[in-house]
């Protein structure tokens, strides 16, 4: 067997392994605080107790520009105290998706543990426009399809 053949081969070895790896794996554009987006009014412990996130997911933060802000911050204290003294702005829009008036963020999830966000704007945090999202090891899981109707249990015999 020619040495290119072999590298070909050993090549499309590979690539049917990353495949079966990646098979049955999926990520998710996760919308924070779901249809009502990233605003004041929202439970968002709630929201994040409701809504699992995985690493590979995309948080994507829904907002009026003019508004609102989302900052990562750095750890637990400084969402609880809205301490933005070593925070990440994230505001910058990056997603065109949305309706008008509205500007769109996404956020990649790279690793699992904790994170943090929050809105800047004087007295929003405070109020309660922050969120700690709990990223669970990834990939995110795949479900399997629903039986399709009358897929269930055959009917037996009828009668006596």
């Not at 072999?6 to 392994?17: D, H, S, T």
């Not at 439970?43 to 003019?66: I, T």
């Not at 929050?118 to 999202?133: N, Q, S």
């Amino acid at each position: 067997m020619a040495r290119e053949e072999v590298l070909q081969r050993a090549l499309l070895a590979a690539l049917i392994c990353l495949g079966a790896a990646t098979l049955g794996a999926r990520a998710d554009l996760v919308q924070v605080g779901g249809s009502s987006g990233w605003g004041l009014g929202i439970n968002y412990p709630l929201w994040a107790e409701q809504n699992p996130v995985y690493v590979g997911d995309v948080l994507f933060f829904v907002f009026p520009p003019a508004i609102h802000t989302v900052f990562a911050l750095p750890n637990n204290q400084s969402l609880t105290a809205c301490d933005f003294s070593n925070s990440t702005n994230l505001s910058q829009p990056n997603n065109s998706n949305v309706a008008p008036g509205l500007v769109g963020v996404n956020v990649p999830v790279s690793a699992p543990g904790p994170d943090y966000y929050a809105c800047e704007v004087d007295g929003h945090c405070l109020d309660g426009m922050k969120v700690a999202i709990n990223v669970l090891p990834g990939p995110r899981p795949v479900l399997a399809p629903a039986p399709a109707p009358g897929a269930g249990i055959a009917a037996g015999p009828s009668g006596a």
